[in-house]
């Protein structure tokens, strides 16, 4: 049974940046599947934030694309997100998730506060 | 960037059928744009239902159906039960992006 677990901090200062990572259990990250981070402010939808390939091929949200840099680790079978510039608008539930098996496989979240 | 449009809020009645729908700024849903339906439960990760327009998954209690409809990708619940009150997402992908719709809070009342 493949698992997702983020980690990583649960406070970011305003201006810093948001890097958090998840690892992938049960399943290989180098399978043909796109790994995705989706996050979720408290209280409002879904938003897709971008997704990686094994072969580092990425694709970004626009609205993020510029401060938004998804790596993958094969070695550690995980991938990873940095999100730079936060503000108070980027607190919100992280998740990481798979197509694999057609988003059979999400993560439990992580929730980053953007916060002095 | 697209905009993903669904109804904020429906409600339905117990034993009652509902269609949820999700709409593109770009035009028609196709099934090229490989829609999802996903639903969420306060304090949990979204579960996927459907996949590419119509598919389930081994999980997905068959009162559940997805398509087409007037341009729009749809969500058909028939036979609501309690335990389907939650909120729901589409989710479709463009070249290089996906982008979840807004959710519609489903109330079983």
């Known amino acids: 049974q493949v698992q997702l677990q983020e980690s990583g901090p649960g406070l970011v200062k305003p201006s810093g940046t948001l890097s958090l990572t998840c690892a992938v259990s049960g399943g290989s990250i180098t399978s043909s599947d796109w790994w995705i981070w989706v996050r979720q402010p408290p209280g409002k939808g879904l938003e897709w934030i971008g997704e990686i390939y094994h072969s580092g091929s990425t694709k970004y949200n626009p609205s993020l694309r510029s401060r938004v840099t998804i790596s993958i680790d094969k070695s550690k079978n995980q991938f990873s997100l940095n999100l730079s510039s936060v503000t108070a608008a980027d607190t919100a539930i992280y998740y990481c998730?798979?197509?694999?098996?057609?988003?059979?496989?999400w993560g439990q979240g992580t929730l980053v506060t953007v916060s002095s | 960037q697209a905009v993903v449009t669904q109804e904020p809020s429906l409600t339905v009645s117990p034993g009652g059928t509902v269609t949820l729908t999700c709409g593109s700024s770009?035009?028609?849903?196709?099934?090229?744009?490989?829609p999802y339906w996903f639903q969420q439960k306060p304090g949990q990760a979204p579960r996927a239902l459907i996949y590419?327009?119509?598919n389930k998954h081994s999980w997905t209690p068959a009162r559940f159906s997805g398509s087409l409809l007037g341009g729009k990708a749809a969500l058909t619940l028939s036979s609501a039960q309690p335990e389907d009150e939650a909120e729901y997402y589409c989710l479709l992908s463009y070249s290089g992006a996906r982008v979840f719709g807004g959710g519609t809070k489903l109330t079983v009342l």
């Open positions: 998730a798979s197509t694999m098996n057609h988003f059979d496989y």
């Open positions: 590419d327009t119509s």
């Open positions: 770009t035009g028609a849903v196709t099934s090229g744009h490989y």
